[in-house]
């Protein structure tokens, strides 16, 4: 009787999940702007430098910070400055809109700062099956990052996957 080979093991494939790339749920937090609007409506200038300032940004700590309008108000360019603007320092990244927003911002930061030295030379097979947001900006983005360094980048999994890269034989 022959015994089974593993090709896949020894084929010498890194599988990438970029799910392992995500930060955790407890690490974001949102932003309403809807407490500072007077009347529930709009925003007043002074009313809302008053409330920024006596805001307690500590809670934003090390968080990914999404800023939003829970309310069908339009607040004006400026506002989302402002409120970025004492986040700098305190949060670990801002966003504007949704959640999804801000995990696909937490992703993309990850990404960028990833050590590409374990993928040098390797042959990466990214996997298909995610549970992230807009799958296809993260791909895109870490292909981007570790392109340079490998030898072969493939999409899916090991049984059915999808040529992407391959480096140039030097002549």
């Not at 805001?55 to 400026?78: E, M, R, T």
């Not at 983005?141 to 040529?163: D, N």
Request: hydrophobic fraction near 40%.
């Amino acid at each position: 009787m022959s015994e089974i080979v593993n090709r896949v093991k020894q084929s010498g494939l890194i599988t990438v999940d970029l799910a392992d790339y995500c930060p955790k749920d407890s690490e974001f937090l949102g932003f309403d702007f809807e407490p500072s609007l007077w009347n529930g409506l709009v925003l007043k200038e002074k009313d809302f430098r008053d409330y920024v300032k006596q805001f307690d940004w500590n809670q934003f700590a090390g968080k990914h910070v999404y800023l939003y309008c829970s309310a069908d108000a339009i607040l004006p360019s400026w506002a989302f400055m402002l409120v970025s603007s004492r986040l700098v320092g305190t949060a670990a990244s801002v966003s504007i809109g949704t959640l999804e927003n801000a995990k696909q911002k937490a992703l993309e930061l990850q990404i960028e700062k990833l050590d590409v030295t374990p993928f040098t030379d390797g042959k990466l097979i990214v996997k298909g099956c995610s549970d992230i947001p807009q799958p296809e900006a993260a791909m895109s983005r870490f292909l981007i990052k570790v392109q340079p360094v490998c030898s072969s980048i493939m999409y899916g999994e090991a049984c059915s996957s999808v040529p992407i890269y391959k480096k140039p034989k030097q002549k």
